[in-house]
């Protein structure tokens, strides 16, 4: 048998093997955005069953209105903590709220309107007319540096999930709540976005690794504007405040 040349013999005093690359963080991994996915349409699902069953109202349904809410509120924490609204939060939005809005506009068809009153669903036509709306002002934003591209696609899944109607009232409510936030911002000259930078750092590692989030230093001349954006769904879907009819009524 051939004797193993010396140099490729394995020496004593070979340095150990390299531990492998550390695992993505539990929060990159798609499980983790899929149990996210699966609290918020829970969420919307007993939510919305609450609030139908405490207002008595059977015609109308607040499953899609409580998940709007879910992944707004989910896409502030993370712009307030990280300065990004996730893809993997938007996207599913858009084609979840566009999907209702076919398949409840199918069933109206064919006269069955359980889906529709059980989900809150638009048509599609409205669904759609929403979303484009939304993402035309998004854009025009963009193009005008006032907005980033996270923001006009979480625009863009409200105006698909709740249609064309409510936008305007939202947005209007968002421009109104947006226009505060950065008076506040700049009288105390950034301190908001920071303290409000910490606070969804502390909140989001309670739910998540550390690791998992990376937590950059936030820019003091710019608001986290999906916060504005969730505040302005609440103020229109829960509060029920319509800026449109207040305003026309003075």
Partial sequence: MAAVPQSLAPMATDPPLADPPPAPPPWAWSSGWTALWVVILSLGATGGAV????????????????????????AASMDAATGRVPNMLTYPAVLL?????????????????????????????????GAGLCLGIGVAGMVAGALGGGDAKLMTAIGAMV????????????????????????????????????????????????????????????????????????????????????????
Avoid at 51 to 74: E, K, M, N, P, W
């Fill in 51 to 74: 609030v139908q069953l405490g207002l008595g109202d059977a015609s109308h349904g607040y499953f899609l209105g409580v998940v709007l809410i879910g992944v707004c509120f989910a």
């Fill in 163 to 250: 249609g064309f109607e409510p936008c305007l009232p939202i947005l209007l409510n968002t421009l109104v709540v947006a226009s505060l936030f950065a008076l506040l911002n700049v009288l105390t000259a950034g301190a908001l976005t920071v303290a409000m930078r910490h606070a969804a750092c502390r909140a989001l590692s309670q739910l998540v690794l550390r690791s998992a989030v990376v937590f950059e230093p936030p820019r003091r001349h710019t608001i986290p504007l999906a916060v504005p954006i969730l505040l302005g769904v609440v103020l229109t879907l829960v509060v029920g405040y319509d800026p449109t009819v207040q305003w026309t009524t003075l």
């Fill in 97 to 129: 709220g566009l999907a209702f809005a076919l398949i409840a506009t199918l069933l109206l068809a064919l006269h069955v309107d359980l889906f529709a009153r059980w989900s809150g669903a638009a048509t599609i036509a409205s669904s759609a007319g």
